[in-house]
């Protein structure tokens, strides 16, 4: 019992990123450290992606001689795509940051919510 | 065969336009470019739809691999539909925008303004076209994260924590959406839809599945703006460029019912979402969603928040008939997905041209602008009488379908409510018409000429397709009858 | 020119003649000859398809088909024959009547109010020739729509609130409760055809008959049943001509004409006989009368005064449809006919004191009779037309509602007629007597009002003589109530 529960450690991990990414999120005012809580939060996704794909005792998915059991390249593909739309939305997100610190003079949600509310 | 070209062709093109259109000199050319290109897609989607309407079915392989191991386009009477509405209503949108965004974005930006639409209109239309859930997903992310530079480019500051709520928002969603593709994924081996729905067959039980099917109803409602999911909503309409509070308005909340569409019927069945508590969850949220943000738009000082709550309403209905389950509930949600786009669209536009002329759109700048701008105040006026359900408009048939399937399964109580969301949207459509035409103008508001004539003509002839779609229902109810069939939903029995 | 073309012409011609009075606006004597050539137009249209209906054609066309299996058209039955020649002549006589009290009374937006009231008008002839209960609902609902700027005319904050309350109620109680008793009807039947015996029996459970009726007699909010009624005194802030061409004859007739079709044409009077899905309804209709009686009694302005006479009168009708036997049938559908010249005269009447004397409350109005006789002899005559006295027409109607209550042995109901009628007295007859025969209320004579514009006094003329002569000759109105009620 114990050994299968360590044995999936790597699921553990996910589920843990992703609460702490997603509480990131929810409880923190600052509006870097929420896109740095969407990014954990995505990066918990990639590893559970990354760990559905393994094939025990495959390889990586690269054609090599004398290898016949190679791990799902697809996965890996699915990744890379969701890495960079993470990317984008990261890039995206960080540059409203900046507009927004111009517009109010602060990055912290509830000093822009007092500001929003005072006109 | 060159049909299938055409079904690609719908997506390369606006990609394509896309950089072509940022390195334009700023000025009318590339609005001129975006025309060309949206009424180029308008005509791709009609030929398309015209194809599909019986039954048929186009499918594209990508790069000529195979499904299930390539990605495929499969194009069936829904996906068409949904082409048709998104590509019908950028095509409808460029011509408003013309001088609606002259006015609102700044001159140096105009050229990255319209490549941004021309890459949300791929977005919508690949998420429409595809038959891959990973393709969908890329697709729904492009759109996303292109509407979200959108709706920053409003002009007011708020504009930009409207776009960065929803980007956080709509962030989460998709990565939910992720989780439960994943999940399937694992489960099953594959991307393909119609793969992937006879793999699911015999493990439909296992709580993975189960799992990931809820991650994905959560992820696509949190871009459909399901109630309680719909914060994002209001904020992101109001402060959007006019135009783009059209466009998205009328497009991207339907694309999104259309994901769900695809997820639970396609994907899953229609006999799961009725074993399951999935249809109660539906219901359930429909009917908070259509009362509560009903209610919630009758208290709305601004005339965008208004609507904006108005299309989380309108929302909700189509998430009834979803939960309904049954051939005529589907049907009438397909109906209402289209008839509302129209409906929105309209709606959205007048009270953009008002904006045009007066800059805000605060109910009390609007006082007596009906007088000043008849032909503007009788748009709105018509397609408000859509949104009730008065007979004659689109929106009586699609209302008469959904009471209709609720009546079918003996559901009184849906039914109420339904009927009870058209009583309450009378009441907040007529509080914005009593404002509009009886309450005198505010001093600035005397000097306002009509709107002009590029922003009028877009709108009326919306309010001819609400009027035309409500007496001649050929197209709408066809087409919606051919797509239910195909998702294999069965007509109500005890 | 065939039948059909007649009738899409005799709808859609008001329409086409609102667009030409707005293109004209600038133009008044232009305008106003378009209204007159248009209502005149319409008028002989009308009469024609009478002549072709009573010769035995059969007179329908369709126009549109929105729903699988529903369509939009139209169809020439004895009922909406009535109701279209009521509408159409008396449109001829308020344009006569309006326009000299329009330019009296210097009122704004006139362009408006000719094109609204052609539009309205059109709508009323689509409701009197719908040909099934599809269509009906769809010319129900534009004419509510149609008639709400009329009624929002004045645009201040007073007509504000009355139009909001008009719309209130009408579209309040026309999308919850009478679309749902249609979609209900679908549901049930599988269709809305109007068809003589009805559609439902056989199909409907009758234990379920009484709640769908009751939805429907409440959802037919323009028939001012209470308390779905406000909306009518609320109305009266509209200019006198819309509240006598459109409440005391269009919309409210729309009302009840929906009424007697959905009695006669959806339920069929066997099935309500036998189902007995009228009889709490009774009393809502009873109760209706004697209070609405009562309460006009207590009004002192005089268009309010009328307003809740004419719900009361309404309920007659409604009380003929619910009693649903031939002879109550043929009173009520003869009462739109006689209600409705009586009840337009009145109203002309106090438009006319309104223009003439800028007197709007009955206890002002006293010795105006004597400045003002021949509006008041008007007056006069069609009260009497209204309490039911012979030799006016309103007594034939009175007379059939009356035996009607007998045959089915409701003499309660029949006691609440006859004493509706002596409040009748009460509260219409005051009005012209003191109007001879009192003092002024300042004690001056009235020697600088004189009588009411020319085109208002012929108007007013005409339809009280119209009261008189119906008593002589009913026809064509009895004939046609007659076929309506007794095709049932």
Same mark, same amino acid.
């Given at each position: 019992?114990?050994?299968?529960?360590?044995?999936?450690?790597?699921?553990?991990?996910?589920?843990?990123?992703?609460?702490?990414?997603?509480?990131?999120?929810?409880?923190?005012?600052?509006?870097?450290?929420?896109?740095?809580?969407?990014?954990?939060?995505?990066?918990?996704?990639?590893?559970?992606?990354?760990?559905?794909?393994?094939?025990?005792?495959?390889?990586?998915?690269?054609?090599?001689?004398?290898?016949?059991?190679?791990?799902?390249?697809?996965?890996?593909?699915?990744?890379?795509?969701?890495?960079?739309?993470?990317?984008?939305?990261?890039?995206?997100?960080?540059?409203?940051?900046?507009?927004?610190?111009?517009?109010?003079?602060?990055?912290?949600?509830?000093?822009?919510?007092?500001?929003?509310?005072?006109? | 065969?060159?049909?299938?070209?055409?079904?690609?062709?719908?997506?390369?093109?606006?990609?394509?336009?896309?950089?072509?259109?940022?390195?334009?000199?700023?000025?009318?050319?590339? @609005?001129?470019?975006?025309?060309?290109?949206?009424?180029?897609?308008?005509?791709?989607?009609?030929?398309?739809?015209?194809?599909?309407?019986?039954?048929?079915?186009?499918?594209?392989?990508?790069?000529?691999?195979? &499904?299930? @191991?390539?990605?495929?386009?499969?194009?069936?009477?829904?996906?068409?539909?949904?082409?048709?509405?998104?590509?019908?209503?950028?095509?409808?949108?460029?011509?408003?925008? $013309?001088?609606?965004?002259?006015?609102?974005?700044?001159?140096?930006?105009?050229?990255?303004?319209?490549?941004?639409?021309? #890459?949300?209109?791929?977005?919508?239309?690949?998420?429409?076209?595809?038959?891959?859930?990973?393709?969908?997903?890329?697709?729904?992310?492009?759109?996303?994260?292109?509407?979200?530079?959108?709706?920053?480019?409003?002009?007011?500051?708020?504009?930009?924590?409207?776009?960065?709520?929803?980007?956080?928002?709509?962030?989460?969603?998709?990565?939910?959406?992720?989780?439960?593709?994943?999940? $399937?994924?694992?489960?099953?081996?594959?991307?393909?839809?119609?793969?992937?729905?006879?793999?699911?067959? &015999?493990?439909?039980?296992?709580?993975?599945?189960?799992?990931?099917?809820?991650?994905?109803?959560?992820?696509?409602?949190?871009?459909?703006?399901?109630?309680?999911?719909?914060?994002?909503?209001?904020?992101?309409?109001?402060?959007?460029?006019?135009?783009?509070?059209?466009?998205?308005?009328?497009?991207?909340?339907?694309?999104?019912?259309?994901?769900?569409?695809?997820?639970?019927?396609?994907?899953?069945?229609?006999?799961?979402?009725?074993?399951?508590?999935?249809?109660?969850?539906?219901?359930?949220?429909?009917?908070?969603?259509?009362?509560?943000?009903?209610?919630?738009?009758?208290?709305?000082?601004?005339?965008?928040?208004?609507?904006?709550?108005?299309?989380?309403?309108?929302?909700?209905?189509?998430? $009834?008939?979803?939960?309904?389950?049954?051939?005529?509930?589907?049907?009438?949600?397909?109906?209402?997905?289209?008839?509302?786009?129209?409906?929105?669209?309209?709606?959205?536009?007048?009270?953009?041209?008002?904006?045009?002329?007066?800059?805000?759109?605060?109910?009390?700048?609007?006082?007596?602008?009906?007088?000043?701008?008849?032909?503007?105040?009788?748009?709105?006026?018509?397609?408000?009488?859509?949104?009730?359900?008065?007979?004659?408009?689109?929106?009586?048939?699609?209302?008469?379908?959904?009471?209709?399937?609720?009546?079918?399964?003996?559901?009184?109580?849906?039914?109420?409510?339904?009927?009870?969301?058209? #009583?309450?949207?009378?009441?907040?459509?007529?509080?914005?018409?009593?404002?509009?035409?009886?309450?005198?103008?505010?001093?600035?508001?005397?000097?306002?000429?009509?709107?002009?004539?590029?922003?009028?003509?877009?709108? @009326?002839?919306?309010?001819?397709?609400?009027?035309?779609?409500?007496?001649?229902?050929?197209?709408?109810?066809?087409?919606?009858?051919?797509?239910?069939?195909?998702?294999?939903? &069965?007509?109500?029995?005890? | 020119?065939?039948?059909?073309?007649?009738?899409?012409?005799?709808?859609?011609?008001?329409?086409?003649?609102?667009?030409?009075?707005?293109?004209?606006?600038?133009?008044?004597?232009? !305008?106003?000859?378009?209204?007159?050539?248009?209502a005149a137009?319409v008028c002989s249209?009308v009469f024609t398809?009478y002549n072709?209906l009573s010769?035995?054609?059969?007179?329908?066309?369709?126009?549109?088909?929105?729903?699988?299996?529903?369509?939009?058209?139209?169809?020439?039955?004895p009922l909406?024959m009535l109701f279209a020649l009521v509408a159409s002549v008396l449109w001829l006589i308020t344009s006569i009547y309006?326009?000299?009290?329009?330019?009296?009374?210097?009122?704004?937006?006139?362009?408006?109010?000719?094109?609204?009231?052609?539009?309205?008008?059109?709508?009323?002839?689509?409701?009197? %020739?719908?040909?099934?209960?599809?269509?009906?609902?769809?010319?129900?609902?534009?004419?509510?729509?149609?008639?709400?700027?009329?009624?929002?005319?004045?645009?201040?904050?007073?007509? !504000?609130?009355?139009?909001?309350?008009?719309?209130?109620?009408?579209?309040?109680?026309?999308?919850?409760?009478?679309?749902?008793?249609?979609?209900?009807?679908?549901?049930?039947?599988?269709?809305?055809?109007?068809?003589?015996?009805?559609?439902?029996?056989?199909?409907?459970?009758?234990?379920?008959?009484?709640?769908? %009726?009751?939805?429907?007699?409440?959802?037919?909010?323009?028939?001012?049943?209470?308390?779905?009624?406000?909306?009518?005194?609320?109305?009266?802030?509209?200019?006198?001509?819309?509240?006598a061409l459109?409440?005391a004859v269009a919309?409210?007739k729309?009302?009840?004409?929906?009424?007697?079709?959905?009695?006669?044409?959806? %339920?069929?009077?066997?099935?309500?006989?036998?189902?007995?899905?009228?009889?709490?309804?009774?009393?809502?209709?009873?109760?209706?009368?004697?209070?609405?009686?009562?309460?006009?009694?207590?009004?002192?302005?005089?268009?309010?005064?009328?307003?809740?006479?004419?719900?009361?009168q309404?309920?007659y009708i409604?009380?003929?449809?619910?009693?649903?036997?031939?002879?109550?049938?043929l009173g009520g559908a003869l009462h739109i006919s006689m209600h409705a010249f009586a009840k337009i005269t009145l109203f002309f009447a106090?438009?006319a004191?309104?223009?003439?004397?800028?007197?709007?409350?009955?206890?002002?109005?006293?010795?105006?009779? !004597?400045?003002?006789p021949i509006t008041f002899t008007a007056f006069l005559v069609a009260s009497l037309s209204i309490i039911g006295l012979p030799p006016f027409g309103g007594m034939w109607s009175k007379w059939y509602l009356?035996?009607?209550?007998?045959?089915?042995?409701? %003499?309660?109901?029949?006691?609440?007629?006859?004493?509706?009628s002596?409040?009748n007295?009460?509260?219409l007859l005051?009005?012209p007597?003191?109007?001879?025969?009192?003092?002024?209320?300042?004690?001056?004579?009235?020697?600088?009002?004189?009588?009411?514009?020319v085109s208002c006094l012929f108007a007013m003329m005409l339809t009280s003589l119209a009261c008189l002569l119906l008593f002589f000759y009913p026809d064509p109105f009895y004939a046609l109530a007659f076929d309506a009620?007794?095709?049932?």
């Amino acid at each position: 019992m114990i050994d299968i529960i360590i044995s999936h450690y790597n699921y553990w991990v996910v589920i843990m990123l992703m609460m702490a990414g997603f509480y990131t999120v929810i409880s923190r005012g600052n509006l870097i450290k929420k896109i740095t809580g969407i990014n954990i939060f995505q990066t918990s996704v990639f590893l559970m992606y990354i760990s559905i794909g393994y094939v025990s005792e495959g390889t990586p998915p690269i054609i090599a001689e004398g290898f016949t059991k190679y791990s799902n390249p697809l996965p890996h593909v699915m990744i890379l795509t969701a890495i960079v739309v993470g990317v984008s939305t990261t890039a995206l997100g960080l540059a409203l940051v900046v507009r927004i610190k111009e517009a109010y003079g602060t990055i912290e949600e509830d000093e822009i919510h007092d500001q929003d509310m005072s006109l | 065969m060159i049909e299938q070209n055409f079904s690609l062709l719908l997506v390369v093109i606006p990609l394509i336009a896309a950089p072509v259109v940022a390195m334009l000199p700023n000025g009318r050319l590339p @609005w001129l470019l975006v025309l060309v290109v949206t009424w180029l897609c308008l005509a791709l989607a009609s030929w398309q739809l015209s194809v599909v309407s019986d039954g048929d079915i186009i499918s594209y392989e990508l790069g000529g691999w195979a &499904p299930p @191991w390539g990605i495929e386009y499969r194009i069936d009477a829904m996906n068409a539909f949904v082409a048709l509405m998104v590509s019908g209503i950028a095509a409808i949108t460029v011509p408003y925008a $013309l001088r609606s965004v002259e006015k609102e974005i700044p001159r140096q930006q105009i050229s990255l303004f319209y490549s941004a639409f021309l #890459l949300c209109l791929v977005g919508l239309l690949g998420v429409a076209q595809t038959g891959d859930v990973f393709n969908l997903f890329v697709f729904l992310e492009i759109s996303s994260l292109s509407s979200y530079i959108l709706i920053a480019m409003g002009r007011e500051r708020r504009a930009l924590t409207a776009a960065y709520q929803y980007l956080v928002m709509g962030t989460i969603g998709a990565t939910f959406l992720l989780i439960g593709i994943g999940l $399937l994924y694992a489960e099953t081996g594959t991307l393909n839809m119609l793969d992937l729905h006879q793999r699911l067959e &015999p493990i439909i039980d296992h709580r993975t599945v189960h799992t990931g099917f809820a991650f994905i109803i959560v992820g696509i409602a949190l871009k459909l703006a399901l109630f309680p999911l719909h914060l994002w909503v209001p904020n992101a309409y109001k402060y959007a460029p006019s135009a783009i509070s059209v466009f998205l308005a009328a497009t991207a909340t339907k694309v999104a019912v259309y994901i769900m569409l695809r997820m639970v019927f396609t994907v899953f069945s229609s006999d799961f979402v009725r074993t399951t508590p999935t249809h109660l969850i539906f219901l359930m949220l429909g009917i908070f969603g259509v009362v509560f943000a009903s209610i919630i738009a009758i208290f709305q000082t601004d005339a965008k928040r208004l609507l904006a709550y108005s299309s989380v309403a309108q929302v909700s209905y189509m998430v $009834l008939g979803m939960g309904l389950a049954s051939a005529l509930g589907v049907t009438a949600t397909l109906i209402h997905m289209f008839n509302h786009a129209l409906m929105k669209g309209a709606l959205f536009m007048a009270i953009g041209a008002m904006v045009y002329r007066v800059g805000i759109s605060r109910l009390e700048e609007l006082n007596g602008l009906g007088r000043q701008m008849p032909w503007t105040f009788a748009a709105f006026f018509i397609a408000g009488l859509s949104l009730i359900g008065v007979p004659g408009t689109a929106g009586f048939i699609s209302k008469w379908y959904l009471v209709l399937a609720a009546l079918e399964q003996q559901s009184w109580f849906i039914a109420l409510v339904i009927i009870l969301g058209s #009583l309450l949207s009378v009441v907040y459509l007529w509080k914005v018409v009593e404002v509009l035409w009886f309450y005198p103008a505010t001093e600035s508001g005397l000097s306002v000429k009509e709107a002009p004539v590029s922003l009028l003509v877009p709108m @009326w002839a919306l309010i001819f397709a609400n009027i035309y779609f409500g007496i001649n229902t050929e197209l709408t109810v066809n087409v919606a009858d051919t797509a239910v069939k195909l998702l294999g939903i &069965p007509p109500y029995h005890e | 020119m065939s039948d059909q073309q007649l009738l899409l012409l005799a709808v859609f011609l008001p329409f086409a003649g609102a667009i030409g009075m707005l293109l004209c606006g600038r133009w008044p004597n232009l !305008r106003e000859s378009i209204t007159l050539l248009t209502a005149a137009a319409v008028c002989s249209i009308v009469f024609t398809l009478y002549n072709h209906l009573s010769d035995g054609a059969q007179i329908a066309v369709n126009i549109a088909e929105p729903l699988p299996g529903l369509v939009i058209g139209f169809d020439v039955e004895p009922l909406g024959m009535l109701f279209a020649l009521v509408a159409s002549v008396l449109w001829l006589i308020t344009s006569i009547y309006s326009i000299g009290y329009m330019r009296e009374h210097h009122e704004q937006n006139q362009t408006r109010f000719y094109a609204m009231f052609a539009i309205a008008i059109g709508c009323t002839l689509g409701v009197a %020739f719908a040909g099934n209960l599809l269509s009906l609902f769809l010319w129900y609902e534009i004419l509510t729509i149609a008639t709400y700027p009329l009624v929002a005319h004045a645009g201040t904050d007073e007509a !504000r609130r009355g139009a909001r309350t008009y719309i209130g109620i009408l579209l309040g109680t026309s999308i919850g409760l009478q679309l749902l008793a249609i979609l209900i009807t679908y549901t049930v039947t599988g269709t809305l055809d109007f068809r003589e015996g009805g559609i439902l029996a056989g199909k409907l459970d009758p234990a379920w008959a009484g709640l769908l %009726f009751a939805l429907f007699i409440f959802g037919i909010g323009k028939a001012a049943v209470m308390p779905f009624h406000r909306w009518l005194p609320a109305a009266m802030v509209a200019p006198t001509p819309v509240s006598a061409l459109l409440h005391a004859v269009a919309v409210v007739k729309a009302g009840v004409f929906t009424v007697l079709k959905v009695t006669i044409y959806i %339920f069929g009077t066997d099935f309500i006989t036998r189902s007995g899905a009228s009889d709490w309804l009774i009393w809502f209709a009873g109760g209706t009368i004697l209070l609405a009686s009562i309460i006009a009694m207590t009004q002192d302005n005089l268009k309010l005064r009328l307003a809740y006479s004419t719900i009361s009168q309404l309920s007659y009708i409604v009380l003929g449809a619910l009693l649903a036997t031939h002879t109550s049938l043929l009173g009520g559908a003869l009462h739109i006919s006689m209600h409705a010249f009586a009840k337009i005269t009145l109203f002309f009447a106090a438009g006319a004191i309104l223009v003439a004397a800028n007197k709007s409350n009955i206890s002002e109005m006293g010795g105006l009779g !004597r400045a003002m006789p021949i509006t008041f002899t008007a007056f006069l005559v069609a009260s009497l037309s209204i309490i039911g006295l012979p030799p006016f027409g309103g007594m034939w109607s009175k007379w059939y509602l009356g035996m009607g209550a007998v045959e089915t042995g409701q %003499f309660l109901l029949l006691t609440v007629l006859l004493v509706s009628s002596l409040l009748n007295i009460v509260y219409l007859l005051p009005v012209p007597v003191r109007g001879f025969f009192g003092q002024s209320s300042d004690g001056k004579t009235y020697t600088q009002i004189k009588e009411a514009p020319v085109s208002c006094l012929f108007a007013m003329m005409l339809t009280s003589l119209a009261c008189l002569l119906l008593f002589f000759y009913p026809d064509p109105f009895y004939a046609l109530a007659f076929d309506a009620a007794g095709g049932s």
